[in-house]
C-alpha cells in the first residue's frame, strides 16, 4: 500500500493532466473523508481510512447525519444522509456485515407505512437545508431516497426484512412512471442496475429509456443546450447528460444513448474541469459552505466516470 498521501503521479506532472490538477483541488478544498477517498481510488490508499472518515458522521440510531450530504445540514440522521453513506460503503467494498445490520435497523425506523423511505425526515426541522428540500409532518414515500439504497444492498447481497417492502415499492414506482425529472430517473437506475429480477430490470430500463428521449430529459447536444428544457423546480442550466445516467458502460442506461452520444457527453464531463481542478455543481447553490464540500464529492464521481469509460486521466 502507498504511504498515505503519496502520490504515483511523477513529481513534476504536466500541468494539464486532469487528475494532477484534481488531485490539487481536492487537497486544498475537500473533507478529510473525500480526501480519503480519493486517495482510495487514485492513489493506492486503503479503504480503513475511507470507513474511519465515515464513521464520525455515523449516529447511534444507525444512520448519518452531520451533513454527510451537504445540503442537510445538522447532526439528525437522515436518508439521503445514510444513502451517501452506503454509497462510499460500497466504494471500498465495506458494504456488509454489523455495520450495514445497523443502517438497516434505521431504515426500518424511518420508513414510511408502505416500508419506503421519505426523501427528509421531519427530524429536520430546526436545522439549515436546502430551500428546495420540504420539510413536513408527514412524508410521502420517495424513489429518489429508496431507489438507490435498495440497489445498492442488492448490489451487496445484503438481505433484511426491510428490502422486502422496500423492493416491492420500487418495482411499483419504476413501472408506473409516465412522467418523472432526472434525479428520479437516476434513481430508478440506481434500482434497476442491481434489482435480482434482471430480465424484468431490463424491461423496465427499456421504458425508461423511451421516457427520458421522449422528454428530452437528458442533453444530448452539449453545444445545443438551449433545445433541451431544465426540468421545473431546477437550476437554471441544471441539465443532465448521458454520463449522468449511464455512470459506467455496464450500466442498463447505456443502451439509451448511441456511441456518438455517448462520447460527445463525456467529452463535454471532461471539458467541465474547471481552472482550479475541481468540476462544478449544476444545481442550486444556496450557501457557500454547501459548495465548496460538494465540489470534491462531485469532481471524484467524474473521474470516475471518465475512468470507467477508459478516458485517459493522466
Known amino acids: 500500500m502507498a504511504e498515505t498521501g503519496a502520490s504515483p503521479l511523477s513529481p513534476t506532472p504536466?500541468?494539464?493532466?486532469?487528475?494532477?490538477?484534481?488531485?490539487h483541488f481536492v487537497w486544498l478544498t475537500a473533507r478529510v473523508l473525500e480526501q480519503r477517498l480519493f486517495a482510495y481510488h487514485f492513489l493506492n490508499g486503503g479503504a480503513d481510512p475511507v470507513e474511519t472518515a465515515l464513521d464520525a458522521y455515523r449516529n447511534e440510531d444507525g444512520g448519518y447525519g452531520h451533513a454527510l450530504e451537504p445540503d442537510l445540514r445538522g447532526p439528525v440522521s437522515q436518508p439521503l444522509h445514510t444513502s451517501h453513506a452506503l454509497r462510499v460503503l460500497d466504494a471500498v467494498g465495506r458494504c456488509g456485515g454489523q455495520r450495514v445490520e445497523r443502517v438497516c435497523r434505521y431504515l426500518t425506523s424511518v420508513s414510511t407505512a408502505d416500508g419506503a423511505l421519505p426523501a427528509i425526515h421531519p427530524s429536520?426541522?430546526?436545522?439549515?437545508?436546502?430551500?428546495y428540500i420540504p420539510i413536513v409532518d408527514d412524508p410521502p414515500s420517495e424513489l429518489l431516497a429508496t431507489g438507490p439504497v435498495v440497489g445498492l444492498l442488492h448490489r451487496n447481497e445484503v438481505w433484511h426484512a426491510w428490502l422486502f417492502r422496500a423492493t416491492d415499492f420500487c418495482w411499483h414506482r419504476v413501472e408506473h412512471l409516465e412522467?418523472?425529472?432526472p434525479y428520479e430517473i437516476e434513481a430508478a437506475v440506481a434500482f434497476l442496475d442491481y434489482a435480482p429480477d434482471r430480465p424484468?430490470?431490463?424491461?423496465?430500463?427499456?421504458?425508461?429509456?423511451v421516457l427520458v428521449r421522449r422528454h428530452r430529459l437528458a442533453a444530448l447536444e452539449p453545444d445545443r443546450l438551449d433545445a433541451y428544457p431544465v426540468a421545473p423546480g431546477y437550476a437554471p442550466g441544471e441539465h443532465h447528460f448521458p454520463h449522468d445516467y449511464a455512470r459506467t458502460p455496464g450500466s442498463l442506461a447505456r443502451a439509451w444513448f448511441t456511441d456518438d452520444e455517448m462520447a460527445r457527453s463525456l467529452d463535454f464531463l471532461a471539458s467541465e474541469q474547471r481552472e482550479d481542478g475541481g468540476w462544478p455543481i449544476r444545481w442550486r447553490q444556496w450557501a457557500p459552505g454547501t459548495a465548496l464540500e460538494a465540489r470534491p464529492v462531485v469532481t471524484i464521481e467524474a473521474l470516475r466516470t471518465l475512468r470507467a469509460y477508459g478516458r485517459f486521466l493522466g
Do not use: K
Open 14 to 23: 504536466p500541468a494539464q493532466s486532469p487528475l494532477f490538477r484534481a488531485e
Open 124 to 131: 429536520q426541522r430546526g436545522y439549515p437545508a436546502a430551500p
Open 179 to 181: 412522467e418523472s425529472h
Open 200 to 209: 424484468r430490470a431490463e424491461a423496465a430500463a427499456h421504458r425508461l429509456g
